[in-house]
């Protein structure tokens, strides 16, 4: 069975480096890209089960590389967890975590809750019974 890839979006390489190695240890392939461009490049050419997207980058916002994912056909099914240094903790708790049907964390963020969504969005392998 194939490792579940997860890309992971973030100009910050102490964020990127955090979740790689957080996410290789509980059995995750990780893909990592510092811009949208890279992002929307690898997310096509890559297919990733699920994408966890900073919101500010320097190129383009994570909400305009969602926006492209979702409008292209190879990429619209794969889901997204937003990170944020724009959203407080408080806001968090107060609000539904959701931008666009997408949840959202703000940093820094809880890396259990981060793996409990992760777990819960990542597509199902299929039983195939003969």
């Not at 240890?25 to 890559?46: M, P, R």
């Not at 666009?100 to 259990?112: E, M, S, Y």
């Amino acid at each position: 069975m194939d490792k579940k890839k997860i890309l992971v979006v973030d100009d910050e390489n102490d964020v990127l480096l955090m979740l790689e190695k957080r996410l290789t240890a509980e059995g995750y392939s990780v893909i990592t890209a510092t811009n949208g461009t890279d992002a929307l490049v690898l997310a096509k050419s890559k297919t990733p089960d699920l994408i966890i997207l900073d919101i500010v980058l320097p190129d383009m916002e994570g909400g305009q590389v969602a926006g492209r994912l979702k409008a292209t056909p190879e990429t619209r099914n794969i889901p997204v967890i937003f990170l944020t240094a724009l959203l407080s903790k408080t806001e968090e708790g107060k609000h539904s975590p959701m931008i666009g049907g997408n949840i959202i964390f703000a940093k820094p963020f809880d890396t259990g809750k981060l793996l409990e969504q992760i777990k819960r969005l990542m597509p199902k392998e299929e039983t195939v019974i003969y």
